[in-house]
């Protein structure tokens, strides 16, 4: 019998084994043991102002809090990039940026030129961004920024054989300049961020460090830097030796999905545990576990009042919106005010605690910052910087719309079907 073999039937083939190799990776990727996370409510016996909070988070988390910081509060886009593309041009020996989103004209080109004005005067640039958050970016920079010599790492680029980690985004966002001063916060180097709120502007928060606590997001960077390059930074270029520059104790927490790592949610989860009075959450997008919500009605239960403030019809991601709300029940019932920003979108990650705990950073209060992307958060302990952070919250509170219980029965059926829909069948992966 004579064979034939058709290019049909040889794309079918190689089509099939696609679709085994897909179903094998997700099956590997699933059935692989991950490390259990904390699940059994949290009894402290420390508050946050009591020493041995800094102390028992320090040991449980495995970051030590560091003194002799300073830290400035930069509320707009238009400071937030006037003061990175400041420092960035004041660069004399190295630079490293971690970010997700990075595209636009009117600040991810000014930020590319920077960079490789940098690097064309011997600064030593390593920029590392998500791939998937920088699919919109031109080109054009990639080039302008490689040929003038920036190191360029685009994270979990799609290949045949890391599949299984494609949904582990990094979502930091870091700058570093001399190992002298450093950026976080949740603002991206993306265009929705540069007009101011009134004219649609995102409402973010980011912070410019000093002090010894540089180092520490140095090596927050240098984590996924090894993870992306296989390259290990070390030497004065990159660490420079620790001054004093203020009175602020910082903690770095950063989160690795791959390693189980989840230091950021432990950190929260201790931190609510160990409140007294007050607690204020801001997030862009608040979708947590069943955990965390048990953790913050047994502290309002105790009689701890909260806060929750997350975007409202101006979120840029609706459907996340409606599986929020469908989760408000037990908040709600427990007494938890739900707030949701008007002027535009409120992108904002920020929880504060007893106005003496704050921790800011990249990290959302959802499934997706807790469980599958790289973050990393600062926590900050000082009863100064906890009142300032309060009085920018409360003055966004003053933009919003507290949702009562009534109105959140009242939903359309559509959005409660969809809430649930979204919230069983991907909530794993928001």
Known sequence: MEFTFSLKKLLLYIFGLLVLYVIATVLFFVATPK???????IETVFSVTDPGFKMESGILTGRQWVGGNNIEVLSSGLEIFGAMLEEIESAETSITKDTYNFWGDNVARPVAEALSDAALRGVNVHFLMDYVGSVSADVELFVTMEDAGVEVQRWRRPSWYQLARFNHRTHRKLLNIDGRVAFIGGANTADPWLPDVEDGGFKDYHFRITGPAVNELQGAFSENWVSSRGELLVGERYYAEPDSTGDLYIQVASSHPREGKQLVRKSMLYAIASADESIRIGSAYFFPDREFIKALTRAADRGVRIKI????????????????????????????????????????????????????GSTNFDNRSFRLNDETNINILSEEFGTLMASYYDEDLLQSEQMTREEWENRPIWQKAAGWLISNVMGSYL
């Open 309 to 360: 403030l997350t975007p409202g019809e101006e979120i840029d991601q609706n459907y996340l919106r409606i599986a929020s709300h469908y989760r408000w029940d037990k908040l709600l019932d427990a007494g938890i005010e739900m707030y949701e920003f008007q002027p535009s979108m409120y992108h904002a990650k920020m929880m504060i605690v007893d106005d003496y705990f704050v921790t800011v």
């Open 35 to 41: 490390e259990k996370r904390v699940t059994v409510p």
